[in-house]
């Protein structure tokens, strides 16, 4: 059989009387929007306490850029967790993707990451079809 004569998977279904089904997803846990805000308020905790050591006599060279980019990763991580656990509790259709980013980011701060890690988790397993 040719590819031009061959069926396509929904002309099948149809001849068999039926319509193609797409397989749902399984719904995302509801304590995940709370976990990511959480690892949100921690994370940005973190951030403001790191900022308090800007003022020490050490904090020069590359000290100072260790601590600045960990304060504006900390930051952006617990900022990106509190848009994804609005879009989660919403019910928003942009809601899991800044939820993964923010889960991963706030994971990789390590402070973060006793939020962060069952969030990924959450997201993971709730990313396949529900099984009957």
Not at 40 to 62: D, H, K, N, Q, Y
Not at 104 to 122: K, Q
Request: hydrophobic share 60%; net charge positive; proline share 7%.
């Amino acid at each position: 059989m040719n590819k031009a004569s061959s069926p396509l998977a929904g002309e099948v279904a149809r001849r068999a009387g039926g319509e193609p089904q797409a397989q749902p997803l399984a719904a995302t846990p509801p304590w995940l929007w709370f976990a990511l805000l959480v690892g949100a308020v921690v994370t940005i905790w973190w951030a403001w306490f790191v900022f308090g050591f800007l003022e020490e006599p050490s904090a020069v060279g590359r000290v100072l850029i260790a601590l600045l980019t960990l304060i504006g990763t900390s930051f952006f991580a617990g900022l990106a967790a509190v848009v994804g656990a609005f879009g989660l509790a919403r019910k928003a259709a942009w809601g899991r993707s800044v939820a993964w980013i923010a889960a991963v980011a706030i994971s990789l701060t390590v402070v973060g990451a006793i939020a962060g890690i069952p969030a990924v988790v959450g997201l993971w397993w709730s990313r396949k079809a529900p099984r009957p």
